[in-house]
Nanobody
Framework: QLQLVESGGGLVQPGGSLRLSCAAS????????IGWFRQAPGKEREGVSCISSSGGSTHYADSVKGRFTISRDNAKNTVYLQMNSLKPEDTAVYYCAAVESSYYYCSGYVWYDYWGQGTQVTVSS
């Protein structure tokens, strides 16, 4: 079974940090670009970050730029999202998604092939 599984979410105070993980099972992520998305209740899904298959290209939404860092370890078949200086408005369910492409460099629209189940991030004092 081809799966993406997010982990690392939880409750954190404003200004705190969390690291989310996106682990693949049933396939290798070597040839996949990975995106992180989030969705708060009643709001549209929002693209947060993206990393190309090689890790050479990244993208961040303006709302998280300078605070979040995306990275990948293909040997561990895992992508990470380090979230620092968290704000209450970062509260959402965070999803990772994968697209099989060695040529998508996180610019423009792309259709993602696989999605994880999501992990809840709550930022509250």
């Amino acid at each position: 079974q081809l799966q993406l599984v997010e982990s690392g979410g939880g409750l954190v105070q404003p200004g705190g940090s969390l690291r989310l993980s996106c682990a693949a099972s049933g396939f290798t992520l070597d040839y996949y670009a990975i995106g992180w998305f989030r969705q708060a209740p009643g709001k549209e899904r929002e693209g947060v970050s993206c990393i190309s298959s090689s890790g050479g290209s990244t993208h961040y939404a303006d709302s998280v730029k300078g605070r979040f860092t995306i990275s990948r370890d293909n040997a561990k078949n895992t992508v990470y999202l380090q979230m620092n200086s968290l704000k209450p408005e970062d509260t959402a369910v965070y999803y990772c998604a994968a697209v099989e492409s060695s040529y998508y460099y996180c610019s423009g629209y792309v259709w993602y092939d696989y999605w994880g189940q999501g992990t809840q991030v709550t930022v509250s004092s």
